[in-house]
């Protein structure tokens, strides 16, 4: 089944606005350094001449992890977005990186060509998650790896229902079976989460050795199923219309969802046992953004218990 976001011109648009609040309001709930950090461990980026690719690299975010540790000229930064790669472009930490437009599921370069294939964030918009995998597989050198960063579907229900509304969030064995079918090898991987996710799984860091050179393993014999260009009919026109408005409603969900964790967190620890790793550490810092949003948040909640009061 194919969400309303998981196509490739609905993404490009939902990015040419969420790329204007982001990094600030958006990203920080979701996807912090501590979570970078651990992800990008299991890629065992060193020495920092290694040549990586950072695939739907979007604002940066994961590639400023990458750059701490492989030097910036090393880098490549793929994305579909030009508006998202535009604020990455301004960090001076990616200055030395190489920029390029592309698509995840046929990348365009030659076979063999990195060492290391980085993607975090992405996958969920993949039309073709196997075959942006298996592409993957191609692009790295023998002894390459590749590391993919991205979200498991909720056990909750209304957290299920909200995600397959809105974009992939595959199954954990889904991860390891595409891994498998490209062809990678020695697959390793470690569970991620904010603090304010206290039980279930929330996102996995999996990452594979391309042993030998040459083509993954898996063959497709039909072409892409999409393609950003493709043409906009009036059917298509409808149908992107409906999606977007459909996807963006429910992934906007999500925003409320983790303020409303992270307000109620210490109540939630109290009744709920065998709580996450993260969880149990300090919390995340907050950026002022963050707070900002707890506080115009708090307030709208007791403006509309306020108003049920009076009404």
Request: with cysteine.
């Given at each position: ?50 040549r990586t ?23 490549t ?75 498991l ?30 062809g ?10 904010p ?117």
């Amino acid at each position: 089944m194919m969400r309303n976001v998981q196509h490739k011109k609905e993404a490009f648009w939902f990015y040419r606005f969420l790329s204007i609040f982001y990094d600030k309001y958006v990203n920080p709930f979701f996807w912090t350094e501590r979570m970078r950090e651990e992800s990008l461990d299991l890629a065992d980026l060193q020495p920092e001449t290694l040549r990586t690719v950072d695939v739907g690299s979007g604002t940066g975010f994961t590639t400023q992890g990458i750059v701490r540790k492989i030097s910036a000229k090393n880098v490549t930064c793929i994305d579909q977005s030009p508006h998202q790669m535009s604020y990455a472009k301004k960090k001076p930490d990616l200055q030395q990186c190489t920029f390029r437009l592309g698509d995840a599921e046929d990348l365009g370069f030659p076979t063999d060509t990195f060492d290391r294939y980085v993607s975090a964030g992405s996958i969920e918009y993949w039309p073709e998650p196997q075959r942006g995998i298996a592409e993957a597989f191609r692009v790295l050198k023998p002894g390459g790896k590749a590391l993919m960063i991205g979200p498991l579907r909720p056990e909750n229900r209304i957290g299920r229902w909200l995600a397959d509304i809105w974009m992939l969030f595959p199954e954990e064995n889904e991860y390891f079976r595409w891994f498998e079918n490209a062809g990678f090898l020695d697959i390793k991987y470690r569970y991620v989460q904010p603090h304010w996710v206290l039980k279930e799984k929330y996102g996995i860091a999996i990452v594979g050795t391309k042993m030998e050179e040459g083509e993954p393993a898996i063959v497709f014999d039909a072409p892409k199923a999409e393609n950003v260009q493709e043409k906009m009919t009036i059917g298509r026109r409808i149908r992107f219309f409906l999606r977007l408005m459909v996807g963006n409603t429910a992934g906007f969900f999500f925003i409320p969802m983790a303020i409303f964790a992270i307000a109620i967190k210490p109540l939630r620890k109290i009744w709920l046992r065998d709580i996450n790793d993260a969880a149990k550490g300090s919390p995340d810092p907050m950026t002022i953004h963050q707070k900002i949003s707890l506080l115009i948040t708090g307030f709208l909640l007791i403006g509309l218990a306020g108003w049920c009061l009076l009404d």
